[in-house]
């Protein structure tokens, strides 16, 4: 099973005491599984929207910093979404998945700067 293969892999980096460029070796792993994840709706033009998305994330670096903060929670909400699938609770896996986008939209907003301005009501 692919999903779990990856799993397994980032819980081996994560033991590891060697914690330089960590943030760096968990993008793989967390764009290997999304692509599983993302790749299992069978939905084309939901799939190509997703990684469009995704690839203007990219392109501001928005993973490589919601990456690097909470390390391996990032992790633990996509096992969550995994345990959700083998039970085929569709329910559990989309809540598991809202609270890891709402906590990666935190995170880029604190890094940001745009937290304070959304406290203000700047924008949005």
């Not at 967390?30 to 790749?39: D, M, P, Q, S, Y």
């Not at 996509?78 to 345990?83: E, M």
Request: with cysteine.
């Amino acid at each position: 099973d692919t999903m779990k293969t990856i799993l397994d892999g980032v819980d081996t980096l994560l033991a590891l005491e060697d914690t330089d460029n960590l943030a760096e070796k968990l993008l793989q792993p967390a764009g290997e599984f999304n692509n599983v994840l993302f790749n299992a709706c069978r939905v084309p033009k939901l799939i190509q929207m997703i990684w469009q998305h995704r690839e203007l994330l990219d392109r501001y670096r928005t993973m490589r910093i919601v990456i690097s903060k909470q390390l391996g929670e990032r992790f633990v909400t996509r096992r969550r979404v995994y345990r959700a699938f083998l039970e085929k609770d569709m329910e559990k896996a989309v809540a598991a998945w809202e609270e890891h986008l709402e906590t990666s939209f935190h995170i880029w907003l604190e890094s940001s700067g745009l937290d304070a301005g959304k406290a203000r009501g700047e924008y949005l």
